[in-house]
């Protein structure tokens, strides 16, 4: 029994030859330190949740929501937004027809017009987005489908593109810039705005194609193989996507200088978007003057150079036009949860004075004063 | 012929070999034998050498080794496995080497842990190889300075006094005459006290210094083991000799040298086979209940996990399938180009979302589960009232992951004696003779010191305090003095406690307090000592025979004379701390002198030179041992005897000493009597024998047994023993007329002599008993192996022949040795042992004639005496004596000899030998020693009670004085009922305990009613106070059928039936509706069947605490064990969990630290699950918008170190330092400790009502970003970068809403949290633009911090998410309070206030068992008038009290089948009534019949007792 549980090693260095260490152990006390710290005395502020202490705090948070709520609400109620589903799924639809025999493996262009009145002006810099609902731009093996490094300029990715971009790797043997299926899906819809003026007249609306993407994106994270000046001897001996009818640096036949990897169409759409329905800035519509709205009430027409079938995986296709606040685009979801959690919040006060009086008299131990 | 040499070795070498693989045996020889002592002949070669390692790993082996060991851990594979799943390109989710990060981190972590741990073994190995010793050295024919490392088995080494012991030593020689090496063997075991070594036999008789040269023997001995009690082999020298080895002769590793100048020995083990190092074995690995409840929790949290993914795949499946053969553009193709059908990609998606979801397993938990341990040790180490300033120890935590395990104890299991009494055994009283001696002033002298303590705690005056020890009345003061100037490390200006531990520390003594010194001694009892001295002394003087004495008056000589000699105390002086009193000393010196006297007084010195010179002729005759071996060296004797040689005559002796190179000890062997008994021949043969211990090893030769039985014959044939007698009765005649000597031993001062004597017991019992006998003047003066000293009043030193000693063995409880009475020369055992183990053994009396009517007389009165020291709660001892003719001895010895040198089964044979001897033993008397409580016993005791722990109490003691005890201690109340339980076999037992339920159970329903009443009646009359509940909720785990007032008392024996298999159930039943169950006389097995039986069978967390070797398989069996520090060596806390220096200290361990240690982890962990649960959630919500396709939106980084970084800090910071309730107030309300108990800060159902908090709130911070990013044109990870933190925010506030305790830690540690994901995001985000793939986070925190939605979002979510529980919380607070909550209120008034409110709920709360203040009630007015009115309230309130205790025994009157005041017939018909009892069931109010004992002390108490006694005794009652 003596023997079985002799052990020298956790003996405070107690080994069993080392005993003369106890020499020095006596002169060492071992008495513990008496600090606040080593005697767990540190001051503290020790909180008793009772409905009494936390009464105040319910109130509080109920008088702070509601108003940022109220004040969410109004603000995204200001937001002016306008859409419009152009997909074509019915037969009604303009696009039907488009939409209809259209496949990615088609040459021929197909063109619809879709008509829309605006009830109300927008005032000032209108945001135009198209939309695009079940699209799963978050797949997983979707989003992984890209090579950064190729995209930011760098030519050896861009002659190998890293083998995430399986199977939009090469294409019959040449590597594929930009390769990967976010690439190869790129939106190509071309949309046009007419405003039809009281005599009838189509006054096409200028849409400003430059700053949609994110400036460090297009500055930094995008970059043209071996600088901008000619980019079809960049891209040599790369192929486009499957899906592209151009290559990379012709996407923008009129901004020589928003080609390539740097055109801010291909950054916007190569920023994946985290939900299935959502929307892609397209264009913006510059205020011009102060004086007149962007964008008067009356009729306008939305003209669609439709290249990009959603029909197979029952995705629609929207444009939106919408101003913008401090707070986004119109979303009055904010506002709204504000509201209801600071009412929430007032309620439970309200329940917590009731039980505070009628239960918490007796527990008031606590409010004693010295 | 040199081909001869050079085969030869080799041939040898493999034949060696062979051998030593065949054998078990080892064989060592010196390495002086062979030139070179590591070449290539040396046969111990082969042997480990001295160097040790104890570390695990070496430079190059650590990484294999420590991710081997860590690969054990079945988590840590899983999360390598799926960190290795990442690397398959199908099911991949992260980046792969992303992925290894956090495995990686906690292998590292715990990698660093164990490289340190491993370094600082590796720096103690270092010192302890490199400290140095002796060693011979053949080329420099001397000892040389070697270090520890390079010593080698076969070296010969040499030991000095106070050197440790570097390897497995074969003592070979030492410079103590008697041929004895002391070694103190506290780093083994613990103990203190010194053990005797003996150099191996045939180095014996070596005049002079051992010479390493001339050794030429072979040792052969058993292969190393980790028996450090056993050890066998023997050496063969060239003479062809053999003798035999035993563990008398082995020095172990780390044992230090004792007491002894000088000894050499050779090298048996070395290193890492040395019996210490084979005992070393690794800290205590237990699984707390916690823990064991959390691993349940972490299997279903992989069960929801699995859950989960299948979910999701199968999601995935149905969503690829609805896609049917049109496949869109986003489901891309596996890399290969094929097409996935949705069946192959649900399964793929399987592993992937095993991966993504891998969070909810906390791969961390374990780690900071550890970590937090470490920290919450630390601090029950620091604790400052944990530390005792008397023996400068403070707790120590053996177990380190068992903290939280105190926290929830329901049964302590304590031993009583060293655990609650402190072991310091004072002699009370004496019963000699049969006539009593109460020592009164002895029990003032007890009281006084009492006092003083008290006195001294309340005012620690610093320095002033020696002084104050003459109040005592004895030379103490001086005492003191004398001892702290012999004292290096003493300081005078220290206070109390600080000099005691000096003293403890530097004197070594163990037990050896003035209290337990300074007997002041029965001045009856005194005078009856003197006047047998005198009378002695006359008698010799006249030279009358001994016999002559007056029995009363021999029986006192013998009484003291046992209490003396019949003991295994050690005498050593504090002057040469650790030296045994040496021969030169004044205090040994007579030990010769009377003998050379009587040599001298002999008729002439010629004579008895020439007497002498035959002796030795003779000697050399039987002993193959040259003469010059012979005795020690020769200037030593000269020494000394130059101090005698005042006479002319002692010239002579001087001379003859000189002449025959004999030795002194020799001598004294053949001076001794003049005539050659068989004894003196056996002696010279079998000097191991002299050794103490029964079972101790001891010769076994067979020469040995030859000579015996040759000279067994001779002592037939010797003269009678008469002739012996008349012959030493001349002797002594001469001697008193050529010697002066007693009365001037007499005229010596008493206590400049004893003051300088220290004794050294095994036992705390043996010291205070040879203290009581040296207050009446019969002192140990020394001991050696063959013989003891004692000094007796008016004969001056007697020396008795020591020829055995029967250890003590708790199996026959008694000891006894054999000597020859100088003054009778009659062989004479002493027994002393206890009460019940003595009286059985003694010789029925004769009661034909008036000798033997008096000893009848004796036997009852004594008896009589017993009872009444055990009624006192003393300890008792019975002494007795049995005187041995020589014919019986002989007869005896052969067998003990027999027994003594059997191979096989030594030790049953000597303890059957040993019960030969021990039998028609004469009694003497009996002493009463008390064992006083430890200081705040009663009060640990009832706090611990009140905390509603259940503590029983295991001892080994008789009843009587363990009821007593219990009393004292408050276990048990003199209010309360007393079943005790003692039966005569298993049916009996049987019987018992069904009659002991039914009377139960019959109480518990007539009291029921009563107990309700009572219940009302306390919340009626109080309205201010802590209210005691309705009766405690259903949650308390198994309801133990509600404690009465009842204490079980249950002996040994009828333990053993009880804990039969088909009796255990009933005895539970009956024990558990007890409020204390005291066990006596229960054997150390039995306590640990005890504590095992209750833990398995109740599923009760047990605590067994005790402080001897007798506790440890208790120790061992419970599920904490704590040892008590103590004075009974260490073996207790070896087998420890915590090793406390109080028992009064559990209390703060278990209602402080135990508490926190268990909220605070319990906390931990239910956090860490909710945490995971509520993270990973996240992105299960998400499964639905990606089509389950295992995308995640939050970043790879995040996902990844998000609980390794971001969130791990405040929570360790939380679970080491959150305190729920201050230390004061958990020790002023013990209740609030069932919180631990009834698990209720960590249920299962909380781990479900976490998860379902957890997914509430991960719900809440998905959808509320989901909705406010509804159809905007954000990208992945811009929406998943908030949710992140919000899901921080979420988890921090959390934990700030759990934290009970804000300290600036806390404070820092969640702003350092938060501040670090935003600095590690930031930095992430700015790092690279194409890095970290398939994420590409490039700015998007920057770009989000400008981002206004982002702030509304932090703001409105955590709130959101966090106000159910906040609401919960703050409800629970008021309409639900926690006990727990009420303390923590408590806290929050001001102290004063506190400590009346708890003095007032003191009262209220400490009747019932483990009642739950529920409501903590006090009026609405402001507390200045509180007190008023509480002060009434209070005084009001005794008054009821008053009335309820006037009230409460008239109902029990009613109702309960026994009342103290009803008379035992009355209560027979009432049981007969309700309980169809059988006869023998007596109910007696505590008067046992037969001795009249009374207990408990006040007999006004009412108790129940079952006895099924014997037939006899049974019909005795009924006749009665």
Redesign the interface.
Known sequence: ??????????E?????????HAGA???K??????TAF???R??????????????P??FV?GLI?IP?GIG?YVTSNNIKEFEIDYTGANIEDPCYNCAKNFS?NSTAQCFCTVPFTLVQPFESNVFM?Y?LSN???????????????Q??G?RSALMSP???C???RTSEGTPIAPCG?IA??LFNDTLQLYHIDSNGTFNEIPLVKKGIA?W??KH??FRNPGGNNNLTVAFQGTSKPV?WREPVFKLDPEDPENNGFINEDFI?WM???????????YRIIQKKSSSTPTLPSGKYVLNITYNYPVL??D?RKRMILSTIS????K?P??GI??IT?GS??FF?GVV?LI??HK????????D??? | MARDSEEDPKAAKRQRKRKQKENKTRTVHANILYDHAKGEENPNRHYANNK?K?TKYTVLSFLPKNLFEQFHRFANVYFVFIALLNFV?VVN?FQPELALAPVVFILSVTAIKDLWEDYR?HR?DN??NH?DCLVYCRVERRYVEKF?KEVRVGDFIRLRCNE???ADVLLLSSSDPDRLCHIET????GETNLKQRQVVRSFLDLDCDFDPLKYNGIIECEKPN????RFRGYIVHRSGRRDALYKENLLL??C?IRNTEDAVGIIIYAGHE????L?????RYKRSKLERQMNVDVFWCVIILLVMCLFTAVGHGLWMFQ?GD?R??????????TDLSPVMSAIYLFL?MIIVFQVLIPISLFVSIEIVKICQVF?I????DL?D?ET???L?C?ALNITEDLGQMQYIFSDKTGTLTENKMVFRRCTVAGVEYSHDANAKRLAMYQEMDSEEEECPSRGGTLPRRDSVGSHQSAKVVLRSQSTK?HRRTGSRAEAKR?SI??KHTAFSSPMEKDITPDPQLLDKVNECGSQMDFMRFHSQPMSQLPSDLADVLDFFVALTICNTVVVSSPNQPRQKQQLLQPGHQPLLHPRLLSVLSSPSAESTLTKLDEEQNLQQAFSPVPPQYDGRPLSAAEGELRYEAESPDEAALVYAARAYKCSLVRMRFELKSPVKTIEDFIKRFTPSRLTSGSNSSSSSSLVTNRSFTRGCSSVLSSPSAESTLTKLDEEQNLQQAFSPVPPQYDGRPLSAVEGELRYEAESPDEAALVYAARAYKCSLVGRLPDQVTVELPHLGKLSFELLHTLGFDSTRKRMSVVVRHPLTDQITVYTKGADSAIMELIRPPDTGNSKGKRHKKILSRTQHFLNLYAADGLRTLCIAKKVLSKEQYACWLQRHLEAETAIQGREELLFESALRLETNLQLLGATGIEDRLQDGVPETIASLRQAGLQIWVLTGDKQETAVNIAYACKLLDPEEEILTLNADSQEACAVLLEESLHYIQAKFLCSSSEHTTTKSYHSNVSPFGIYTPPPPPSSCPPAPPAVHQLGLVIDGRTLAYALDRSLEDKFLAVAQSCRSVLCCRSTPLQKSMVVKLVRNKLKVMTLAIGDG?ND??MI?VADVGVGISGQEGM?AV??SDFALPRFRYLQKLLLVHGHWCYSRLANMILYFFYKNAMFVALIFWYQF???F?????IDQWYLIFFNLMFSAFPQLITGT?D?DVS?ETLQQLPQLYTNGQNSEEYKPYMFWMNMIDAFYQSLVCFF?P???????????F???TPITSLALFTILVHLG?ET??????NWLCISFSVSLFFTVALCYNAYC???F????P??SMQ?LLQ???FY??C??TP??AL?PR??Y???????F?SPV?VG???????AE?RRNILSLSGVKMGLPLGPKPH????G?T??KGCNKKQQQQQQQRRGLQTDSDKELPSADKDTLPYTKDAAPPASKDCLDQTLDASSWITSTPLLSPSDGVQFPPDGDSFCVKYSRGSEDRLKSDQSS
């Open positions: 029994m003596m023997a079985s549980s002799y052990n020298a090693k956790e405070d260095g107690n080994h069993p030859g080392a005993a003369n152990g006596i002169v006390s071992k008495k513990p330190d008496n080593k005697q767990q540190l001051p503290a502020w020790q909180p008793i949740l009772t409905a009494g202490t936390v009464l705090a319910f948070i929501f940022i969410l990615w987005y939309g699209f799963y731009q978050n797949h997983r093996r979707y989003v992984k489908s890209r090579d950064d490094s995209l930011n760098d890293s083998k995430e399986e199977p939009y299926a190869n899906s994110w460090t994106d930094v994270k899906n916007v920023r994946t978007a985290a939900l299935p329905t959502f929307r892609k800035l197979s995986f995705g401090w707070m986004g685009g979303n979801f904010l949860a504000y959690v929430i919040c439970l917590l039980i505070h239960y918490d008299t007796r527990n008031n131990s606590a004693i004063p010295n | 040790i104890t390109p989710a073994r103690s010192e302890i400290m520890w440790i012991l570097p506290a780093t083994l075991d980790n028996d450090l009690n590793r780390g230090t040395t019996k210490a190092m005992n070393n074995n690794g800290p896609y049109k869109p553009v986003f489901d891309v193709l596996s890399p290969e180009g992937t601090f180490h620091q604790d400052l530390y300033e400068d120890s403070n120590q053996r490390s000096a520390l530097s070797a440890v398989s061992q073996q070896m087998a918008y990606c089509g396709s295992g995308s995640s939106m330092l305190k230390a509320i989901y909705f406010a990013y509804a159809d905007s044109d954000v990208d992945l811009t929406w998943g809403i009970k305790t804000w300290t600036r830690m633009p194409t890095c793939s398939p994420s590409n490039y700015w770009r981002d206004p939605l509304l979002l703001v409105i709130a959101a106000l906040y609401f919380r703050a409800c629970q607070g008021t309409l309070p909550q923590r209120q408590l806290d929050k008034l001001p206030t409501f903590l009630s006090l609405k402001s507390f």
